[in-house]
């Protein structure tokens, strides 16, 4: 190999992981028909990527027959020593893919969950049936009949595209290690956002292929997404809207469609998938069992692409690696691929976007089947009850909630004004404004990104500027700034000052949601009922519930928290950090935090004057958007971990309001703003501290 340390290091890496998927895919689904002639009869799908890699390393290659003898035997010698040093080291789950000696872990006590890594493990499996399901879907799926101009897959070309980006999203393979997939941070039983509930209680950011490496917020549920339009200036307000990501990166400048763009981040995100260059999609999906889909849908030979036959290696390796020149930020295309191969790459990464964003506008993602959707349009048991009708009315009256969350119904602001508006037949209101707010939440000490200020074994730094790190979200972006995205449009630049602190407004839709168990599901489904802890049955037994953590920082652990933050956040302001507020006080009930950026913060909430009892009206509201009312939501049953409970008469932590309040932390004396953050021109409109 004369490609220097990058093709050790990665193929060292591969070896031993692909080793592990062949153990634990062994009793997976291994027959898969005629369509994949490239697969090797009999093998499991672990080791047919152990062959790809290790025998036939890149179709279409002009490799003599002596060098493939060489990497094979390189291979078995690799391997060989790997299972001896495995032997010898700590005993490990059989499952893990994460190698022992180079396990990454900057975090002091009390960060991490206790039962990460075997949480990781059972999402890992509950993503694997549901693939497997995408898979048998798409063998079912009659061929459609390519047919018009342009050409049309007449017939079942709808369902062959949302099935494509089905497996794509549920794909482990999609990772340095074939250990993360998109769902591996976004499940449907979470509304496609957070599956781990320890990890949305303490570390807020969930870890990428590189076990512990994290990013600095919430997996934002990704229902409805592809309803958002492409950011654009509103001269009128001057305000931004449109995009995906809480920071407004994903665009949508390309292919005019955010959400596609928001696909094509987390595969080379250091954090996320950590893949090292683009072009590992286009590589993996050359390998993928559904390799005949992808091209039946965006045409023969599209990924007949020559790869050099050290890109496994480098695949195998996670962004950011000094081994690849990226720790500084260098060598974006590792993969040194003809031009007309990089332009077919960067065509395929694109097909992947849109894939994957089709897939999540379908009836299997964004299905609007909340009994909001229901009431709408006058269907039978969709009959508000009186507390939901009253929490209806208080949305888009007194708690002005409509007014970010547009419901399509006008809004009740004064005393005395009766609200006449009404739903049109149909409609199917998105609960967003589409635009971005600071609305002043305390940084969270709790967050991983703080913590990841030493390199990793692969030489990456994720935040040098540890707690001087300061999130200012869309202000970032707009700046070209550090953990975000570059900016496409220099026009929008000089409004960095006024976005400072903003992020995107998401759609209540499904902010409730929790796993369930509807009629049909397996024996292994576990529902849990609610999102809110310390609520009781009619037998006065506590009902178990799905921690999820809210906000982009996670800071707030249930929805009565997030409406108590609107309702009160100005009442009880203090001017400490999290973690301190004063003696006799108690966070997040009656003490506040200072926001983590002061400047820009949202004046329209803060001091609603609600009472509880409307606060505890307003979290129903939200409820009622929850989707399946009408028709259970697909993979809503696949939850098989263990819901939490607690019992509010011995736990003072177990109700709505203090949730969560047995994992707070004491935020560190906080050093100023990092330079590289804070003072990149143009500056904040006030300095943040």
């Not at 590589?283 to 559904?290: D, M, V």
Request: hydrophobic share 35%; with cysteine; net charge negative.
């Amino acid at each position: 190999m004369a490609q220097g340390n990058e093709g050790v290091v990665g193929l060292r890496f591969f070896v031993a992981l692909g080793a592990a998927e062949r153990r634990r895919r062994q009793q997976r689904l291994t027959a898969w028909g005629e369509p994949l002639g490239r697969a090797m009869d009999g093998l499991p799908l672990g080791a047919y990527y152990q062959h790809e890699t290790c025998v036939r390393v890149e179709e279409g290659t002009a490799m003599r027959r002596g060098v493939l003898i060489t990497l094979t035997l390189a291979c078995a010698m690799v391997l060989g020593s790997l299972i001896v040093s495995y032997t010898g080291s700590a005993q490990q789950d059989a499952t893990s893919t994460t190698p022992g000696p180079l396990i990454y872990n900057p975090y002091p006590p009390g960060i991490l969950p206790d039962d990460l890594v075997s949480e990781i493990e059972r999402v890992r499996r509950e993503v694997n049936v549901i693939f497997d399901e995408a898979l048998k879907e798409w063998l079912a799926l009659p061929p459609p009949t390519v047919t018009g101009q342009p050409p049309t897959l007449q017939g079942a070309g709808y369902e062959a595209v949302q099935i494509l980006g089905k497996l794509m999203n549920f794909d482990e393979n999609m990772s340095p290690f074939r250990n993360r997939a998109c769902s591996s941070c976004h499940m449907p039983y979470a509304g496609f956002s957070g599956p781990i509930p320890s990890v949305n209680l303490t570390m807020v950011a969930y870890p990428g292929s590189e076990e512990f490496r994290a990013g600095k917020r919430t997996a934002q549920r990704y229902t409805y997404s592809p309803r958002f339009p492409v950011l654009e200036l509103y001269p009128a307000q001057d305000l931004l809207f449109g995009g995906n990501f809480w920071d407004g990166r994903s665009t949508g400048y390309l292919l005019q469609s955010p959400d596609a763009e928001q696909a094509q981040h987390p595969p080379v995100d250091t954090q996320e998938h950590a893949l090292p260059d683009m072009a590992c999609i286009a590589l993996r999906l050359s390998q993928a069992p559904y390799r005949p889909l992808f091209e039946q849908v965006w045409g023969a030979g599209s990924l007949d692409i020559a790869f050099p036959f050290n890109s496994e290696a480098t695949c195998a390796t996670p962004g950011g690696a000094a081994a690849l020149g990226q720790n500084t930020g260098g060598n974006p295309t590792p993969i040194k691929l003809s031009p007309a191969d990089r332009v077919k790459a960067n065509r395929v990464y694109d097909n992947w976007g849109q894939s994957i964003s089709f897939y999540e506008s379908s009836p299997q993602v964004s299905t609007s089947t909340s009994k909001v959707d229901a009431n709408i349009n006058g269907l039978p048991g969709s009959q508000y009850t009186p507390d939901e009708l009253a929490a209806v009315m208080l949305f888009r009256g007194k708690s002005n909630c409509n007014s970010c969350h547009i419901d399509g119904q006008t809004t009740l602001l004064t005393p005395g004004q009766t609200d006449t508006g009404t739903y049109a037949t149909n409609a199917r209101p998105l609960f967003t404004c589409f635009g971005y707010s600071n609305l002043g939440l305390p940084l969270n000490p709790r967050d991983a990104i703080f913590y990841q200020t030493t390199p990793d074994p692969f030489g990456f730094t994720a935040n040098p500027f540890g707690f001087a790190f300061r999130d200012l979200g869309l202000g970032t972006f707009l700046r070209s700034g550090p953990g975000s995205a570059p900016n496409p449009n220099s026009a929008w630049t000089p409004l960095a000052p006024r976005m400072d602190g903003r992020q995107q407004v998401s759609t209540v839709r499904n902010v409730a949601m929790t796993p369930s168990c509807p009629p049909g599901s397996p024996s292994s489904c576990v529902a849990c009922p609610t999102t809110e802890a310390g609520l009781l049955d009619s037998n006065g037994k506590p009902i178990p519930y799905f921690q999820k953590e809210f906000f982009h920082n996670g800071y707030i652990k249930s929805l009565k928290q997030l409406v108590h933050f609107y309702n009160t956040r100005d009442m009880f302001a203090y001017n400490v950090t999290s973690g301190n507020c004063p003696k006799g006080t108690t966070e997040k009930v009656d003490c506040w935090p200072m926001p983590e950026v002061p400047n820009n913060i949202d004046m329209t909430v803060g001091n609603l004057g609600l009472t509880d009892q409307e606060e505890n009206l307003l979290v129903i509201a939200m409820q009622l958007l929850t989707d399946g009312f009408t028709t259970p939501y697909p993979n809503i049953n696949t939850f098989t971990g263990t819901c939490s409970i607690c019992d509010p008469q011995t736990d003072p932590n177990c109700s709505p309001s203090r949730q969560g309040n047995e994992t707070l932390i004491p935020t560190p004396p906080l050093p100023p703003c990092a330079p590289e953050v804070c003072g990149v021109a143009p500056l904040p409109s006030s300095p943040i501290p």
